[in-house]
């Protein structure tokens, strides 16, 4: 069965470096999100991307944040200066389509500790 | 601004049935989903309902009621392997995103 993939699954960075979290997902989905997770909080969404190009972000998603598809399979999440908080769960997850019955699929997640 | 309630955590005995109920206060309504989460890994999709009603899937049934802002999700002839975190997420008009609630931590006891 298909799958969204995540690397690595585990990062440890330094307050104020740039990390790049990488994602595949599902080879025919065409919806892509980021979601994060601290740790013992709720799921929260992050940023959502279509057709090359970011469709709806959140709060959270400020300019520290960006989104990427350098080809046509991964899907990178940019956090250029991290913070202490942005420590936490890092999921992505695809979609075949935009209805409200298209499944979001997750990966299994980056653990993201910043030290 | 939008709201969404589930019990923090509920116990159960193997073989027996439970009910994880999820209240929600929302603008835009157009659906929601549950899904399972097992301590430290990914959100895994469960069940959805757009319209009132049940939707069975195997073990698992989801029911909504779009009038009362309310859904509860049934598991049937529970096993150890159920022990996790059920997750209430609710889809709005207009709208990418999934807004989740805090999920319920469900404990399997033999």
């Not at chain 1, 919806?31 to 959502?48: A, H, M, N, P, T």
Request: net charge negative.
């Amino acid at each position: 069965e298909p799958e969204v993939t995540q690397t690595p699954s585990h990062q440890v960075t330094q307050m104020g470096q740039e990390v790049i979290l990488r994602c595949v997902p599902i080879s025919n989905h065409l919806y892509f999100y980021w979601y994060r997770q601290i740790l013992g909080q709720k799921v929260e969404f992050l940023v959502s991307f279509y057709n090359n190009e970011i469709s709806e972000k959140s709060e959270i998603f400020d300019d520290q944040f960006s989104v990427e598809r350098p080809d046509g399979s991964n899907f990178t999440l940019k956090i250029r200066s991290t913070k202490l908080e942005d420590s936490a769960m890092y999921f992505c997850a695809s979609s075949e389509g935009l209805a409200v019955q298209e499944t979001q699929y997750f990966g299994p997640g980056t653990r993201l500790l910043v030290l | 601004g939008q709201n969404i309630d589930q019990p923090t955590e509920m116990t159960a005995t193997e073989g027996a049935i439970v009910q994880i109920n999820c209240t929600y206060q929302t603008s835009g309504f157009n659906g929601l989903f549950w899904y399972q989460q097992h301590a430290g890994e990914a959100p895994t999709f469960l069940s959805y309902n757009v319209l009132d009603g049940l939707e069975e899937k195997g073990r698992f049934s989801s029911f909504l009621s779009r009038s009362k802002g309310y859904s509860y999700l049934l598991l049937k002839e529970l096993q150890m392997k159920d022990s996790a975190s059920y997750l209430c997420a609710v889809r709005l008009y207009n709208t990418d995103k999934l807004i989740f609630g805090t999920g319920t931590r469900l404990q399997v006891f033999p």
